[in-house]
């Protein structure tokens, strides 16, 4: 995959689909490489122009000093759509990434035609419990925390279900560098979009999973309800729906990116 400078560091991305279709950026978890979005892939390369980049401090991409903040992370999206000479772009996030899409539409609305907030809060959690996650993978390594993260990601029944597919993300979640995840954790400690989101006003879609242990269903809606206009639907899976509920959210995603609206198509 290529590398591509911008500033102080490389991005690793790419560019698959339809050329001369719009784009489509997609936005990783928190511990995962692009390499999360193929399921979807085959269907929105149908679509669209399908931007995938390692988030920094993740898989490909440099792994710069920390802590990251989420203003960086998502400046590192208007950066690369800059390099890339990409004007405007449809934008799909999930967890972290949703965040990042939350930066967006309120810090780069612009650049965004449409926006989908997937397994995502305004606020994860506590600055207490981030200390406690950055502390133990400072003290062990990723092979710490991973089987304790795959389980937050996937419900009881699809790692039953799936046990090769649950031992693949353990392993991308396991390759990841330590002072990546752990500087990503920072920006997830430090970022509060509560007050913030009500401003977006571009077409967004939050998905959130109705058995998600990390950003629960209550915490989509309550996006959702801040963005006027917002449209809301669950899937029955924990965090991780790009792979364990892959076709429902392909469906749900792509018949909202591709209806028409007045003034965003």
């Known amino acids: 995959m290529p590398l591509i400078r911008l500033g102080e560091y490389s991005v690793n991305y790419a560019l698959t689909g339809t050329s001369r279709a719009p784009v489509l950026v997609l936005s990783n978890s928190l511990g995962a490489t692009f390499s999360m979005w193929d399921p979807q892939l085959a269907e929105f390369d149908k679509h669209f122009r399908v931007l995938r980049y390692d988030t920094r401090g993740h898989g490909g991409s440099a792994v710069t000093p920390g802590p990251y903040s989420l203003g960086q992370l998502g400046g590192d999206v208007v950066a690369l759509l800059d390099a890339l000479k990409i004007q405007s772009a449809y934008f799909c996030g999930l967890s972290l990434g949703g965040l990042t899409g939350l930066w967006l539409g309120t810090h780069a609305a612009a650049r965004l035609r449409r926006l989908v907030v997937s397994s995502a809060s305004a606020k994860f959690g506590t600055a207490e419990n981030w200390e406690k996650r950055i502390a133990a993978v400072r003290q062990g390594d990723m092979k710490l925390i991973a089987p304790q993260v795959v389980e937050r990601w996937y419900t009881s029944d699809f790692r039953k279900r799936a046990p090769e597919t649950i031992q693949a993300m353990q392993q ?35 998905i959130s999973g109705t058995q998600d242990p990390v950003s629960p269903p209550a915490d989509g809606q309550f996006i959702a309800n801040k963005i006027s206009g917002a449209k809301y639907h669950e899937v029955d899976a924990a965090h991780l729906l790009t792979v364990e509920a892959a076709g429902e959210f392909t469906e749900v995603v792509l018949r909202f990116l591709t209806a028409v609206g007045a003034g965003d198509d």
């Open 172 to 206: 991308m979640l396991e390759s990841i560098s330590a002072d990546g995840y752990v500087n990503c954790c920072a920006a997830l400690r430090d970022a509060d979009m509560r007050e913030e989101i009500s401003d977006i006003a571009i077409p967004t879609l939050v």
